[in-house]
């Protein structure tokens, strides 16, 4: 009696941390990373990074000066929340992001094409939930 009592609660404590292992990949995946290094044409640029390391954000531009593309940087983090981001379909029919500032200004733009259009969605529900605590890594 006394091992069967333990099974079932050794299976059902199992059954609990596997339950809760989504939940944990989700978070990791919300830790966002800005990375600011140089292109082959020695301007600064900066990319934003999720957690599972693909890139979610670009600078889209690239800046002759670091401290440039710092303040580029410093300010998506600040004003993530506030920037208007744009939902469209790429030349590939795929949905594409841009972010834009106040005064209509394209600040940030998706890396990439989404087949998806939710899935573009969630790319900027990371972002305006993230940036702000996002750490910066500079690789130059």
Same mark, same amino acid.
């Given at each position: 009696? %006394?091992?069967?009592?333990?099974?079932?609660?050794?299976?059902?404590?199992? !059954?609990?941390? #596997?339950? &809760?292992?989504?939940?944990?990949?989700?978070?990791? /995946?919300?830790?966002?990373? %800005?990375?600011?290094? &140089? /292109? !082959? !044409?020695?301007? @600064?640029?900066?990319?934003? $990074?999720? *957690?599972?390391?693909?890139?979610?954000?670009?600078?889209?531009?690239?800046?002759?000066?670091?401290?440039?593309?710092?303040? *580029?940087?410093?300010?998506?983090?600040?004003?993530?929340?506030?920037?208007? @981001?744009?939902?469209?379909?790429? &030349?590939?029919?795929?949905?594409?992001?841009?972010?834009?500032?106040?005064?209509?200004?394209?600040?940030?733009?998706?890396? &990439? *094409?989404?087949?998806?259009?939710?899935?573009?969605?969630?790319?900027?529900? #990371?972002?305006?939930?993230?940036?702000? $605590?996002?750490?910066?890594?500079?690789?130059?």
């Amino acid at each position: 009696m %006394f091992v069967r009592s333990y099974l079932i609660v050794l299976v059902g404590l199992t !059954a609990l941390a #596997l339950a &809760q292992l989504p939940a944990a990949l989700q978070a990791q /995946d919300t830790r966002l990373k %800005f990375e600011i290094y &140089q /292109d !082959a !044409a020695k301007e @600064f640029r900066w990319r934003l $990074k999720a *957690g599972n390391g693909e890139t979610l954000a670009t600078s889209g531009q690239g800046y002759k000066a670091k401290a440039d593309c710092t303040k *580029g940087v410093e300010r998506i983090k600040s004003e993530a929340d506030k920037l208007t @981001f744009e939902v469209y379909e790429d &030349q590939s029919k795929e949905s594409r992001w841009r972010a834009k500032s106040s005064n209509g200004q394209v600040v940030a733009s998706s890396s &990439q *094409g989404y087949k998806a259009k939710a899935d573009c969605e969630h790319a900027i529900d #990371l972002i305006k939930k993230g940036a702000a $605590k996002a750490e910066v890594e500079d690789k130059t």
